[in-house]
């Protein structure tokens, strides 16, 4: 899908409203896409790894058809914006990292931004939140491919998205979790929460 300004207004639709995170996620797709399959021709299906869980998972999800619910998206919320796009038969990859987020006006921007979450915000300051927000989608888009991301390809990423639906049982809250999701714990299947849970208790790193 081309990044057209039809385009745009209908993930902005999907979304909700135009966000400098849905933006990055965007032109993180776009890039990716033309790096993959420039004629765009393959027939390879494509899997994403997300390492943020912010707006521009929305752009992702609907401009490559990716989703958590097809698990061709996986979401690793590390806070970055940092993707992983894998062409899963070849196992071609491209790791799309954002290069730079200063955004002018960003100490006013985080004040306002309190003061609406503490109902604190007049008019006026909802206004200027929207015109700063407005700026820095702006600013985005002025911005090349280059000087926005990192770009790599490679051909050693594993395909990162496992499509296992076996359930086991935790063995010790006894909730059943998706078996690539359980750890083995010196024999026995305990989910991620418990493990960590084990692993404060027994103040040993063992467990991590
Ligand atoms: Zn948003
Ligand atoms: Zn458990």
Redesign the pocket.
């Known amino acids: 899908m081309l990044l057209t300004n039809v385009n745009l207004k209908r993930i902005s639709d999907f979304h909700g409203h135009v966000c400098p995170n849905l933006v990055i996620g965007c032109r993180a797709c776009q890039l990716a896409l033309d790096t993959l399959d420039p004629d765009q021709t393959s027939q390879e299906t494509l899997s994403v790894i997300a390492e943020n869980q912010t707006s521009a998972i929305d752009a992702i999800q609907y401009m490559t058809g990716c989703t958590l619910g097809n698990q061709h998206l996986r979401v690793r919320d590390l806070g970055k914006h940092k993707y992983i796009f894998v062409f899963n038969q070849s196992n071609r990859a491209v790791i799309v990292n954002l290069k730079q987020m200063e955004f002018s006006g960003e100490s006013t921007y985080f004040v306002l931004e309190r003061k609406l979450r503490d109902n604190q915000a007049t008019m006026e300051d909802i206004h200027k939140i929207q015109s700063l927000l407005d700026q820095w989608v702006s600013w985005l888009f002025s911005l090349s491919d280059q000087e926005l991301f990192h770009v790599a390809e490679t051909t050693s990423i594993p395909p990162g998205i496992n499509l296992s639906s076996r359930y086991v049982r935790?063995s010790?809250?006894q909730?059943l979790?998706e078996d690539s999701k359980a750890e083995n714990i010196h024999g026995v299947l305990?989910?991620y929460?418990?493990s960590r849970l084990l692993s404060c208790k027994s103040g040993s790193s063992a467990w991590q």
């Open positions: 935790c010790h809250c909730d979790v305990v989910c929460p418990c």
